[in-house]
């Protein structure tokens, strides 16, 4: 490794940091230490000046600790790594709302350390963009509303319409498919991708992606063989999306119904989320459940939500105003109820912009894609405008 960061080590046990330490002394980083011995719940109760890393071992107030790093502010509060019991979703979800960046189970693997403070120290060195890409994520209320068909939908209007750099990223590793949604067969993928994550950066990332003849690029789970839960870090896919955001500007995750490690951090780097649900009341139900978390957990503020109906049809006893005012959100984006051209879409692995362009759900596409930074439901500028209107019969430019 290349010069070290500033690391302080966090413990109650001096047996934990002596191991600690001499883990780090092996890699040629230094260290300084805490030893929390008097009754403080904070990690940080005695430092002045903030380290930029923080390994911090949990302790059976675990809880304490964690909330004392959260509710500090963000420029107050260092880069964090944290070592204690990764299997404890409240961990999990107080450890990411602390800032986390991994949460490495016991007993300590020492590599898994190591490149943790590498992915942490690259962060570091690596300059801000001035263009920072755009996050959208999709997540279905009710498993089945359409947020797959949506996810890559919407990517492939961004990358083909508003001539966006555009990556899709498949985050089911179990069931995804949404390369088949666009007729693409990937070899391999996010997998591989992150079992090579110390030497990823843009070019190496590029061979993973499978690409589009519209210009987009997807990134999915390679093989038929679904991966066990917990085989992927948050920390890795962290990483993953900072790479990808350095070669596009906009990066849509298709995003499996789940809520645990990496979920979470996901959701705290999304610029907005895309809830989809259909109109029943078990939909919105779960709709209120998920949107309770994303809020009062993982923090996100109502203007980030984006609601949308698939299937919407105006007959149904659960009207969209129904919907609205029970989940208090902004104006939901309405997508018809097209079965027939949605079927032919997915069995032939042909995007909606191509297969049918001008439909309704098309046009409901190219809104929802609009709202998230797009540009395929603007008007046309003046100078087009004023030319079609010049072709047409009885009008004058």
Known sequence: ????????????????????????????????????????????HT???????????????????????AARPPDRRP?????????????????????????????????ELLQAIQRTQEER????????????VFMNAKGGCGATLLACNVAHVLAARSKQRT???????????????????PKRGIAQALENLSHLDE???????????????????????????????AGGVSKLLEVTLRSHEHVVVDMPRCVDAVTTSVMQRADQIVIVLQQSVTAVRDATRLMQWLRADVGVVKD????????????????????????????????PNDYRTVSECINSGTALLDYAGSASITR?????????????????????????????PGRSP
């Open 167 to 185: 990556a899709l990223l498949d985050l089911d590793l179990q069931f995804g498919a949404a390369p088949l949604y666009l007729d693409l067969y």
């Open 79 to 111: 880069a964090l790594i944290v070592v204690g019991q990764a299997n404890d979703m409240n961990v999990m979800r107080l450890a990411m709302q602390a800032g986390a960046r991994d949460l490495i189970p016991e007993p300590l693997d020492r590599n």
């Open 203 to 233: 070019v190496a990332l590029d061979g993973y992606f499978v690409k589009h003849a519209s210009g987009l690029n997807v990134l999915s789970h390679g093989t038929d063989d679904p991966l066990a839960p917990g085989t992927i870090s």
């Open 1 to 44: 490794m290349s010069r070290s960061l500033d690391i302080l080590l966090v413990s109650r046990r001096k047996d934990i940091l002596d191991h600690l330490d001499q883990v780090l002394m092996s890699a040629g980083l230094r260290s300084s230490r805490q030893l929390n011995t008097n009754g403080s719940v904070d990690p940080l």
């Open 125 to 136: 060195r690596r300059p801000k963009s001035a263009t920072a890409g755009r996050i959208s």
């Open 364 to 392: 409901a596409v190219m809104t929802l894609e609009t709202r998230l930074g797009g540009n395929s439901a603007q008007p046309r500028s003046g100078v087009i405008a004023r030319t079609l209107s010049s072709l047409m």
């Open 304 to 335: 980030q939500l984006f609601i949308v109906i698939n299937r919407h049809e105006k007959s149904s006893d659960v009207t969209a105003a129904d919907i609205q005012k029970t989940l208090a959100c902004n104006d939901p984006t309405l997508v």
């Open 47 to 69: 430092v002045d000046t903030l380290p930029d890393l923080i390994i911090l071992h949990l302790s059976h107030l675990w809880r304490e600790e964690l909330e004392a790093i």
